[in-house]
């Protein structure tokens, strides 16, 4: 599976219930839910294999640190081209 965009954001109620750790209550919420889920349900029987869940959770939080680094990128030069107006004034 690849991740080509995010998932809907999970409500905080839906964090709980899937015990979502606050470190991990972001954009890719969702797909840590179902490896979760997963995980719960591999340790029940061992014919489930969680490594798909894992590594989709796993694509997902590279693309949200690719998507916020680019943001603040962006921002930098926003803020950058601010400071030139302002000094050229």
């Avoid at 014919?47 to 916020?68: G, P, S, T, V």
Wanted: charged share 35%.
């Amino acid at each position: 599976m690849t991740v080509t965009e995010f998932p809907p954001l999970l409500s905080q109620d839906d964090m709980q219930k899937y015990n979502v750790p606050l470190k991990w209550r972001d954009r890719c919420a969702a797909y840590y839910a179902l490896y979760n889920t997963c995980l719960v349900r591999e340790r029940n029987s061992s014919k489930i294999d969680c490594k798909h869940d894992k590594h989709a959770w796993e694509e997902c939080e590279f693309l949200d640190l690719q998507r916020r680094k680019q943001e603040l990128e962006e921002a930098k030069d926003k803020r950058r081209a601010e400071l030139k107006q302002q000094a050229s004034n």
